[in-house]
Antibody, heavy 118, light 112 residues
């Protein structure tokens, strides 16, 4: 079964750094892009960026370029989303999703809730 | 403000047919495929329609998609209570500041 499993919920203070993870299984991890999608409380989906795990080439949405870093470690089939200095406005659910043969995102991870509060 | 425009809400009674629209521009829907995702309450989104009108295996044929020019639509026939969810359209955007994926703001479907 193709699956993406994300790391658990995080509670952080403004200014702190954070890295969340997304582990792929059941398929060749280096054969498909991994995207990250933000969903703020009660709001819609926003594509943040993606990574090609085979060579770590990344592509960001203009809205998120410079605010987050996407990386991957193909040796452990894991992609990451990282912040160097969190803000309260980063409070959201973050999903990873695999780019599929259909061109769409399939499957999705279960989501990681990040709460940033002083 | 989302790049793709969807109505915030839609509703119907069991058995009815409802449609959800998605409007974009020449740099996204006008030149690329449209995808639809279903997000049931408290769960991760799920791919519902790909490449404008194709259904992944396991998606009932009650769900159908279409595209014309810079707009797309999702139709749900024989509405069921379990269809109550948020629906999002998405497309690749080839604008000068891109390329990148864009989503609609989402449509909350209520089954009355």
């Amino acid at each position: 079964e193709v699956q993406l499993v994300q790391s658990g919920a995080e509670v952080k203070k403004p200014g702190e750094s954070l890295r969340i993870s997304c582990k792929g299984s059941g398929y060749s991890f280096t054969s498909y892009w991994i995207s990250w999608v933000r969903q703020m409380p009660g709001k819609g989906l926003e594509w943040m960026g993606r990574i090609d795990p085979s060579d770590s080439y990344t592509n960001y949405s203009p809205s998120f370029q410079g605010h987050v870093t996407i990386s991957a470690d193909k040796s452990i089939s894991t992609a990451y989303l990282q912040w160097s200095s969190l803000k309260a406005s980063d409070t959201a659910m973050y999903y990873c999703a695999r780019g599929s043969e259909t061109g769409g995102f399939d499957p999705w991870g279960q989501g990681t809730l990040v709460t940033v509060s002083s | 403000q989302s790049v793709l425009t969807q109505p915030p809400s839609a509703s119907g009674t069991p058995g009815q047919r409802v449609t959800i629209s998605c409007s974009g521009s020449s740099s996204n829907i006008g030149s690329n495929y449209v995808y639809w995702y279903q997000q049931l309450p408290g769960t991760a989104p799920k791919l519902l329609i790909y490449r404008n009108n194709q259904r992944p295996s396991g998606v009932p044929d009650r769900f159908s998609g279409s595209k014309s020019g810079t707009s797309a639509s999702l139709a749900i026939s024989g509405l069921r209570s379990e269809d109550e969810a948020d629906y999002y359209c998405a497309a690749w955007d080839d604008s000068l500041s891109g390329p990148f994926w864009v989503f609609g703001g989402g449509t909350k479907l209520t089954v009355l």
